[in-house]
Structures are given as C-alpha cells and as structure tokens.
C-alpha cells in the first residue's frame, strides 16, 4: 500500500511537500473551486503588511469524514497561552527554520508539523490540496497561511501538550451550516464577526471568519440571521 506521505501530502522532514487534487472525494470539489478561485480581499480584510511585516505562521484546514459526512478538524488553546487563549482554532503555529521557504512549501510543511505537534494527526495520512491567500492577524502580528488537506486516512488524534491544547475535536459540516449554530460576536471595541456555536465551543475570530468565507464560496452557506449576538469581553 502506497502511503500518503510518499505521493501526496509528503512527509514533515525529508522531501519536498506538494499539493494534489488526485482522488479527492467529489464532495470537495466546491471547495477546491473555491480555494482557486477566491481573492485575498474576499476573505478578510487584513492583509499582510506590504513592508513584509509580521511573523509567518500556517494553519492546517483539515477535511475528512465522519459518521455524519464531512467535518472539520478544530482544536481549543490552552487557557494559559499568551496567545489567543482558549479560542477553538485550527491546528497551526509559526514557521520554525526547518520549514523552509515561506513563499514557498514552507506553510505546507509548517501546518502538518504543527498538527502533529498539537493534536498527534499523523501527517502522512493527510492529502493536502490546496493553500488560501495569505492573511493577516493585526492583534498577534502574525501573517497566516490557510492550508487545506484531505484526511485520506484517518489517524487518532488528541491532546498531546496540556500546556499547548486543551482539547481536540472534530465538528461536522452540518452544524456549521445549520442556521441555529451561526452568531455574530461583537467586541467592546465595535468589531463584529462571524461565529459558530458547536461542540460546546464558541468558534470566533480568525477562524470563524476563515470557515464563514469557505462556506459560502463552496456554496454550502444557509441563510442565518446576522442579527443574532454574542459579546465578548476586554480579555478576548
């Protein structure tokens, strides 16, 4: 049996990590058009400072398939991070020197490393197949790379660092998409955003907003109501 990682995602070290779109299920295909498709500003708009500001990151967009179809890999921080603190996120972190290019298969390798350091993914059952434009987190100062893959072979995943994680989930496409799971959070600030309410967690922020953009250009969004809040305090 051929591995994933010898022909498709590619290990973390060793060789040059690649894209494919080869034997992906046809559920995916509106959000491989839409990965192709989508303009930065389509997506946030906090872009990466043209001085080459910020400090390059990757996260993993992780597709696979549940008891009740297609769901998302997603993970809650520890509340003791200086960072982010107890947000639901995507697996991901900083590129770290061994990575390698940051315009090129860096962010790649970045984000399978990261999700095997946070939740134990083994990475060679992961396919990854496409890379979203690079976006910008203006209160951390991380430029951020969204890199999607397909969970062509599913691996046992969980907390590996308390310190890090305070746990791993998976959340089914369905609620996401279901209207009565959708919210918008509003910051003391004034800055509102798209939210989810599933798995007991409250999914906001930068990953909300990435989630919130690939439904509704794959054309899986239901109409929710927008009206529908949830504040948040100082400390978030």
Known sequence: MTRASDTQGGPVTGGPV??????L?????????????????QLSRFLPPEDGAG??????????????GPELLLMERASSLRSHAGQ???PGGALDPQDGD?????????????????????PS???????????YIPVSGFVVTPVLGWWRVP???????????????????????????RATTVHPSGHRGPAFLVESALVWGFTAGIIDRLLHFAGWERPWDREKQVPLDWRA
């Open 155 to 181: 691996s046992p995943v969980g907390v590996v660092d308390p310190n890090e994680t305070a746990r791993v989930f998976t959340v089914p496409v369905a609620d996401l998409t279901d209207p009565a799971n």
């Open 55 to 68: 400090r390059q990151s990757a996260v993993l967009i992780l597709f696979g398939e549940g008891a009740r």
């Open 88 to 90: 639901p996120s995507f």
């Open 25 to 41: 299920p046809a559920w995916l295909d509106p959000v491989v058009h839409a990965v192709e498709t989508v303009r930065p500003r």
């Open 102 to 122: 940051p315009r090129g298969d860096g962010p790649l390798r970045a984000a399978l490393r990261e999700a095997e350091e946070e939740t134990g993914l083994d």
């Open 125 to 135: 059952g992961v396919q990854l197949f496409g890379v979203l434009p690079a976006l």
């Open 18 to 23: 690649t894209l494919s779109k080869e034997g």
